[in-house]
C-alpha cells in the first residue's frame, strides 16, 4: 500500500475531532466523509486523494467510541493511519472495520505531510519514498490481520459460517 502522508504532529487527537458528533446521525461513509477532520483541518478533503495515509502522534482516536470516525476516514479516501499509538477503543474499531491501523513508535516525529509511504506489512516495515528511511512498526497480531485480510469482522465472521 502507498500512499501520500497526511501529519497531524499533536497527540490526543479524538473522534469528535475526526469526525465531530453533530454528524452522528449519518451512516454513510460517503456523507460522513465531507465533515472528516474539519474541525482540524478546514482544507482536509481537498487535499487527501484515494489511497492516502494519516499520520499522528499518541493516542490517536482517544474520546468517544464511534465507530463513524473510521467511516469518515475511509468514505474520504484514507487507506491506513499510522500513529504512536492508539486509543484502544479507536484501534479495535479499526480492525472490526477492516481499516489497516499501524502503530510505530515516533513516527509522527519523522514524517512530513507530502511524503510518499509505502506500508510494507508482511516485512513490518514503512518505507519513507521522499526521505530514502524506513521504520519497523509494531506487528499485527494475526487475529487482526485475518479480520481487516476479510474486510471486517461481520465478513470474517460470516467467511467462518460457511
Known amino acids: 500500500m502507498t500512499g501520500k502522508a497526511h501529519c497531524y504532529k499533536r497527540d490526543h487527537i479524538n473522534t469528535d475531532e475526526i469526525i465531530p458528533a453533530r454528524y452522528l446521525n449519518m451512516d454513510k461513509e460517503a456523507d460522513l466523509a465531507k465533515h472528516a477532520m474539519e474541525d482540524i483541518d478546514v482544507d482536509f478533503l481537498n487535499k487527501v486523494k484515494d489511497g492516502d495515509i494519516i499520520v499522528a502522534g499518541e493516542d490517536f482516536g482517544c474520546g468517544s ?68 528511511e524506513q521504520y519497523k ?4 497480531p494475526g487475529f487482526a490481520r485475518e479480520i481487516i485480510d476479510a474486510g471486517g469482522l461481520l465478513n470474517h465472521i460470516a467467511g467462518k459460517v460457511k
Open 65 to 132: 467510541s464511534r465507530e463513524h470516525a473510521v467511516w469518515a476516514l475511509r468514505g474520504a479516501g484514507i487507506r491506513a493511519i499510522v500513529a504512536d499509538t492508539f486509543a484502544r477503543i479507536f484501534y479495535r474499531n479499526c480492525i472490526n472495520n477492516g481499516f489497516l491501523a499501524i502503530e510505530c513508535k515516533q513516527i509522527s516525529e519523522k514524517v512530513d505531510s507530502g511524503d510518499e509511504l509505502t506500508i510494507d506489512i508482511e516485512n513490518g516495515i514503512i518505507i519513507n519514498s521522499s526521505k530514502n
Open 137 to 140: 512498526f509494531l506487528a499485527i
